[in-house]
C-alpha cells in the first residue's frame, strides 16, 4: 500500500474531508496520512481508540512517536493525556490501550534503527520557550536527523521555519494559513526538502505540532 508517497511535492491532508479506515482492532479506527507498506508500514496517520478497545502486545521495530491529541492513551508506562508527546525507539514494546478513547496522531518505522531514546512529555506541564513575539515553542526532541516541536502562535502571528529537510505541521487547536490554504484543527501539511514555511495564524490563534529536516532521510526505496 502506498498513501501520500511522493515525498518530493507538497501535501496537505485535509481532516474533515478524509475518511477513517477500520484497522484489524475492533473499536480502532484510522486516518492514513502517508504510508508505504501494508500493516507492518512506514506510516504517518491520525488514530482513533473507542473506549474500552487496545491493541495487542507489540515490539517496535522500527520505532513509535506519538502525539495525543484527545483523551487520554495508556501502556505499562501509564496514562498519557491529551498534550502528551511520546517517542518508543526501536526493540521497544508495548501493549497500548484507552479505557475512556483517545485519538493520536502517530508515526512508524522512521527511527534509526540504533536509536534508543525515550521520551516522555506532557505539554501541559513543561516549560515553553519565547523565540519572537507572539511565538512559543516547546522542543520535544531533537538529534542529527530530526527537530520535533509544538509551537503556539498569537493571533495574527506569521511563522518562517527553515524547511530545507522537509518538514511536517499539524494543526493542534485553532487554524493558520499557508499559500492559498487554511489549515484547520487536525489538518497536516508536509514539505518537501528544499523547502520553507511562510504561515500565519488565525483569529483565534494555532498550536501547532511541527518535525523537520526528517525527510532528507527517506531511501530512494520509499520514494
Do not use: C
Request: glycine share 8%.
Amino acid at each position: 500500500m502506498r498513501v501520500n508517497a511522493e515525498f518530493d511535492e507538497r501535501t496537505l491532508v485535509r481532516f474533515e474531508e478524509s475518511e477513517w479506515v477500520p484497522s484489524p482492532m475492533q473499536g480502532v479506527e484510522r486516518k492514513m496520512l502517508d504510508r508505504i507498506g501494508d500493516e507492518v508500514a512506514r506510516a504517518t496517520t491520525i488514530v482513533r481508540f473507542a473506549p474500552g478497545s487496545a491493541f495487542s502486545p507489540h515490539t517496535h521495530d522500527g520505532g513509535e512517536e506519538y502525539l495525543v491529541l484527545d483523551g487520554t492513551f495508556q501502556d505499562e508506562d501509564g496514562d498519557f493525556p491529551i498534550g502528551s508527546y511520546v517517542r518508543n525507539p526501536p526493540t521497544s514494546s508495548h501493549t497500548p490501550a484507552a479505557q475512556d478513547g483517545a485519538t493520536i496522531l502517530v508515526k512508524l518505522h522512521q527511527f534509526d534503527k540504533a536509536d534508543r531514546t525515550q521520551v516522555q512529555i506532557d505539554s501541559r506541564s513543561a516549560a515553553w520557550i519565547a523565540v519572537q513575539d507572539g511565538v512559543e515553542v516547546l522542543p520535544l526532541h531533537e538529534d542529527a536527523r530530526e527537530t520535533v516541536s509544538m509551537e503556539h502562535w498569537d493571533a495574527g502571528t506569521s511563522r518562517t521555519i527553515d524547511a530545507s529537510g522537509g518538514l511536517e505541521i499539524l494543526v493542534i487547536e485553532g487554524h493558520l494559513t499557508e499559500g492559498n490554504d487554511t489549515l484547520n484543527r487536525w489538518d497536516w501539511l508536509r514539505l518537501p526538502v528544499g523547502s520553507r514555511l511562510k504561515a500565519t495564524a488565525g483569529a483565534a490563534g494555532a498550536r501547532v505540532w511541527i518535525k523537520t529536516g526528517h525527510l532528507r532521510h527517506v531511501s530512494d526505496r520509499a520514494q
